[in-house]
């Protein structure tokens, strides 16, 4: 048994779990497990990853099976895949806080983080996430359109059986966590959106965490081409 205050903070660290995720600027996947862990205070050690570099490959192959960011390391375990990760904090971590109180809310919030999670490929690859982007002349076609209309009709769903609070479900939830970079992107190509969908990506962007988050991104040195360089749609 440790016997010393260093050894206890010792091993109190190694306990930590560990998020890899790859660069804040651009990463959604990413930014989904790690605003879960930061709004409910969970301590954990982060290790970045930049996105299309020759070191990512090997590195990445090391700590993830799929290759891929996000993947969380505690204590032995590996999991991988944002909504997973979710998952396995809410079960570990919060004791179940990570989803809403009733049974309807949960059924209702995990049917909307797994659709955000397997759908929305046109707006994925037509405005994917970029933490300085401002609205421009860029436009995206019908697909996307229409992903982005589903996005705020979800939004309405969830806010409709609601309790008062100003997240999807009354407090913050995973999915929240889910559609957090979905804000971002809102924010980044201005596309018209209803009132309370508005306020919502408003809320968001005031979260002390995607705060965090973002001026992270902003600050980061890395710039990927294939996100900076968009062009309108003819």
């Known amino acids: 048994m440790p016997s010393t205050l260093a050894s206890l903070q010792e091993k109190h660290l190694s306990e930590k779990p560990l998020l890899v995720i790859g660069n804040k600027h651009y990463s959604s996947w990413s930014l989904r497990p790690w605003l879960l862990l930061r709004h409910f205070g ?35 375990r590996v999991i991988w895949d944002s909504l997973a990760i979710c998952e396995y904090v809410n079960e570990v971590f919060l004791d179940g806080r990570g989803w809403p ?64 609070g100003d997240f999807l479900c009354g407090g913050f939830s995973i999915v929240d966590a889910m559609f957090a970079p979905v804000v971002i992107r809102f924010h980044g190509y201005g596309p018209a959106l209803a009132p309370a969908s508005a306020q919502y990506v408003a809320t968001m962007l005031a979260h002390p965490g995607m705060r965090a988050w973002m001026a992270a991104g902003v600050a980061e040195q890395e710039r990927l081409d294939k996100y900076e360089s968009l062009r309108r749609l003819s």
Request: aromatic share 6%; hydrophobic share 35%; with cysteine.
């Open 42 to 76: 969970v301590d954990f050690n982060e290790q970045r990853l930049p996105l299309d570099t020759p070191e990512f490959g090997d590195e990445i192959a090391r700590l993830s099976p799929s290759r891929r960011v996000p993947v969380l390391h505690h204590e032995g």
């Open 101 to 164: 109180s009733t049974l309807s809310q949960r059924a209702l919030a995990r049917s909307a983080s797994a659709e955000m999670h397997s759908g929305f490929a046109a707006m994925r690859s037509q405005l994917p996430m970029n933490c300085s982007r401002l609205p421009d002349a860029y436009r995206w076609d019908e697909s996307a359109q229409a992903d982005i209309d589903r996005v705020q009709t979800l939004w309405e769903d969830l806010r409709a059986v609601a309790p008062k």
